[in-house]
Every structure is written in C-alpha cells, then in structure tokens.
C-alpha cells in the first residue's frame, strides 16, 4: 500500500507529464489567437495579452478549405469503415477456427504492421499507377485501408479471444448458428475493440500528410493535411493562419474521441460467464 505522501507525489508527477504533453496544443491555441505582432516578438508570452479571431477568419476563408475538408472527411471515414468491416470478418475465424496456414498468415499480419509508412511509399505509388488509381479519393481511401488493416485484424483478434467459448457453445445449444453467435454474441461484445481500433484508423488516415500530397496531383482533390501546407509560401509563414487552421483541422478528431470515448471501457466480458 502506498502511503498518502506516496500518492501526492504519484500524482503531482502525473500532472507534471501531462503538462508537457498538453503544451504544445496550448501553445497552438495561444498562437492561434494573437495578433501578428504577438506572434513575432521575442518575448514568449504564455498568455496573449490581446485576443483576436482574425486568424480564425483568415484560416476558414482561404480557398479550398470545404472542399479539402469534404475529401478528408470521405477518404477517413471510408477508411474507417472498410478497415473494420476487414478486420472484423478476418479477427472472427483467426481466433475461433483452425485452419491451415493460420499462424503464416498472422506472421504476415504482424510483419505487415511492423513495416514503416516510408518503406512502402515506391511500392504503393507503383500499385496505384498500375491500377489507374493515382489521382482519386477512391485510391488514396484503399492505401489507408492498407495501412490500418493489419494493426485492426491483429487488434480485434486479441478482443475475439478474449470472449468466452462458452458463451459461443452456449448459443449454439440453444439453436444459433455460426451467424447468429457472431451477430448476437460476439458483436455486441466487440464495442471497446471496434471503437479502439476504429480511433486509430480514424487519427492514421487523418493526420496523412505523404501519400495525400503525391498520390492527389489535382488541387480539388486534396485533403486538408496538404491545405494546412498552403499557409507557407515564398513571401513567408502565416504563423497566426496555420495555427488557427491547425485549432480547426483538430476539432474533427476531437469530436469523434468525444463520441465514442464510451465505448472505450475494457472488461465488459469479465462478467459475461458466472457459476
């Protein structure tokens, strides 16, 4: 047991890392809300003497801002979905069923993850171009289905195993088949794993930067990563633009967190079997 002394210290330390990873998102924040004179000087003021929303206004009307946020919104949570719709129908089986070849192909799940975005840039542009994909929110969607779905089959196995047997043999003594226990049991009993892994497919395919620049050559096409690299030009950096831009290009994440943070609670199955 850990005194009382213990504790404050314990927690005291907590809030001291937690400051430091929450600074750089305050001082985005800050920046976002001073004036260019603010901005520019030497003195570094943790809060802004004066506050303004100009930059607020600059970042939502500069061009193309719908249009790349519309694209962003589509190529992410189509990724999201295809990824756990994927990963779902591959976790059930690699975790229920026996079958030849299982553990090769969980080897090749794991090395799969294991693979830097970087490393596998040529081979993707090559796919791409082959497949007359290049250029299209439809490819760029398939590339973050790529990226996501090892880490979201080998995730949602581990979920998978973690339900009873028992509740599976249960069910189907009582009549269900192997549909019915998946829809009826496994499913439901699923939530803390689709939403854990639908939360890093969702902040993967967002935050690309990349891929999105290279694979989407027409302007119109491009996702809001690439427009936040619009505020630097030639003539300068729009630091008051970009951060704003940066405040607004994370509300997105924020609030799909915020709708399914529920949904994030493990041991829902602890209970699920007693006697």
Do not use: H
Request: glycine share 8%; proline share 5%.
């Amino acid at each position: 047991m850990t005194t009382r002394s213990q504790r404050r210290w314990l927690s005291a330390l907590g809030l001291a890392v937690a400051a430091v990873f929450a600074f750089p998102t305050y001082w985005m924040l800050t920046t976002a809300l001073k004036t260019p004179a603010q901005i520019l000087s030497p003195a570094y003021d943790l809060i802004p003497l004066g506050v303004t929303l100009a930059n607020f206004t600059t970042a939502l009307g500069k061009a193309g801002f719908t249009t790349f946020l519309v694209n962003s919104l589509i190529v992410t949570l189509g990724s999201v979905a295809c990824a756990l719709v994927a990963g779902l129908l591959a976790a059930v089986p690699l975790a229920r069923m026996r079958f030849t070849g299982r553990k090769g192909f969980l080897l090749l799940v794991l090395i799969a993850q294991l693979a830097p975005l970087e490393a596998l840039f040529v081979p993707m542009y090559l796919i791409m171009r082959d497949a007359d994909l290049l250029n299209s929110l439809g490819g760029l969607l398939l590339v973050y289905v790529a990226f996501t779905l090892p880490f979201t089959v080998w995730t949602l196995r581990g979920f998978v195993k973690g339900i009873p047997v028992e509740l599976d043999e249960a069910a189907m003594v009582d009549g269900c088949g192997r549909f019915g226990v998946f829809r009826r049991i496994t499913l439901p009993l699923l939530g803390p794993g689709l939403v854990s892994t639908s939360v890093f497919s969702f902040v993967t395919a967002w935050n690309e930067f990349l891929y999105a620049l290279v694979f989407l050559r027409d302007q119109p096409k491009q996702t809001l990563p690439v427009w936040l690299s619009s505020f630097k030009t030639a003539f300068g950096t729009d630091w008051g633009g970009i951060m704003a831009a940066s405040v607004v290009y994370a509300i997105p994440a924020l609030v799909f967190f915020l709708l399914v943070r529920r949904r994030l609670v493990t041991g829902g199955v602890s209970g699920a079997v007693k006697g």
